[in-house]
């Protein structure tokens, strides 16, 4: 504490062991197992105890599916060319399967998670067994996967039904209607940034921690203080937002994500009061739509009737019905109004997110065409797929 050369060496130590510590943990490393040269016995426990080992056994695979070649080591190189063997349709069909399920909703295999003797039997297995056939011919190429069936005829169908095919097929077992589904919470998020003009694309790099409610971490115990990104790292793919599992994302579990505590191949999909209240106040929610204002304001300085179709057009897909204009119509009209008396509080509203505003727009027009693309991104059409 009081000499002064030690104090000097001692604060030289510490800036050394600082500037070591972030060379360190700037090398991207990656684990990597290796096989024993002698394999270490393995036996079974008789009743599970560790004390009371029995008869010996080997690593195999199932004879049903295909039996383990004779030339291929007993180790995970040789598992990883069984599953992959051309003869072994298991894993070609099971991937078929999962990507089919993302684009309609539901696998060919309805139990994704299952194709045992307790899963459910294919609607169309000749289908199936086709585009695992298809996906092995093609050198596992998942994208080359998905351009396939999303250039389907199956998957271009309109999803409108009439009663009598709803009656006699309400799941769509039968693919005589395109898909329709709710999107994943990665999907809605990510689709509202790319609306408004902020989704940032970059493939890669580090975790990005999006907008998030204030004192989350310290509530929750985690004993670790939430820094929320600034600038494009509020507006990365919902893929890169970190996540942390004892105070996952709450707006993404509002949206039925899972909590990663575990594996999940199917979610479940709910549909409660929360969801609603997550697009109208979330901060990410409400500035995408502020911006997309300010774009439909620009381009659309004097028609409020082009920019609710462009609204429209931009967010659900389509223009609108002539009811869903007059009350969007007049929906603009009440909060212009609202804003134009309290300009206070149309400055507080597009204040919401990092993002600045354009200071061009007329504050209180701003903020009701605003609330007209948030109102929009409560529309069914929005977070439905169809």
Not at 174 to 182: C, F, I, V, W
Not at 311 to 324: D, V
Request: charged fraction near 30%.
């Amino acid at each position: 504490r009081h000499d002064e050369g030690y104090r000097a060496a001692l604060a030289r130590l510490k800036a050394a062991r600082v500037a070591e510590n972030r060379f360190v943990n700037d090398i991207p490393e990656i684990m990597v197992m290796r096989e024993m040269k002698q394999r270490r016995p393995t036996r079974l426990l008789k009743r599970g105890a560790y004390d009371a080992p029995g008869e010996p056994v080997e690593p195999g695979t199932p004879d049903s599916i295909l039996p383990f070649p004779s030339d291929l080591p007993r180790n995970r190189l040789g598992l990883a060319k069984w599953m992959l063997d051309r003869r072994n349709p298991l894993v070609a069909r099971v991937a078929a399967n999962r990507v089919w399920k993302m684009h309609f909703g539901r696998g060919l295999v309805g139990t994704v998670h299952d194709f045992g003797s307790q899963g459910q039997l294919p609607s169309h297995p000749e289908l199936l067994d086709w585009l695992a056939r298809w996906f092995m011919d093609h050198g596992w190429d998942r994208k080359a996967l998905h351009r396939l069936i999303v250039t389907s005829a199956t998957y271009r169908q309109s999803s409108r039904a009439d009663r009598e095919l709803m009656a006699r097929d309400p799941e769509n077992r039968l693919l005589a209607r395109g898909p329709k589904h709710r999107l994943d919470a990665e999907q809605i998020r990510d689709q509202a940034l790319a609306v408004a003009g902020l989704l940032d694309e970059r493939i890669g790099g580090p975790s990005a921690k999006p907008y998030q409610p204030a004192g989350l971490w310290e509530e929750s115990g985690t004993g670790k203080t939430y820094q929320q990104d600034k600038g494009r790292g509020l507006y990365r793919r919902s893929l890169y937002t970190f996540w942390r599992r004892t105070a996952p994302p709450p707006s993404m579990l509002t949206f039925d994500a899972t909590s990663r505590e575990v594996c999940t191949a199917k979610r479940e999909t709910t549909t409660t009061p929360l969801q609603a209240l997550v697009l109208l106040n979330d901060p990410q929610f409400v500035e995408a739509a502020r911006v997309l204002a300010e774009t439909l304001l620009r381009h659309h300085p004097a028609s409020v009737e082009a920019r609710l179709t462009a609204a429209c057009r931009a967010l659900i897909g389509r223009p609108p019905t002539q009811p869903e204009s007059r009350v969007l119509r007049r929906l603009f009209e009440e909060q212009w109004a609202y804003f134009a008396g309290d300009p206070g509080r149309a400055e507080k509203f597009l204040a919401v997110g990092e993002k600045a505003r354009d200071p061009a727009l007329p504050a209180p027009e701003l903020a009701a065409t605003t609330v007209l693309a948030s109102t929009l991104m409560n529309h069914d059409d929005f977070v439905m797929k169809r």
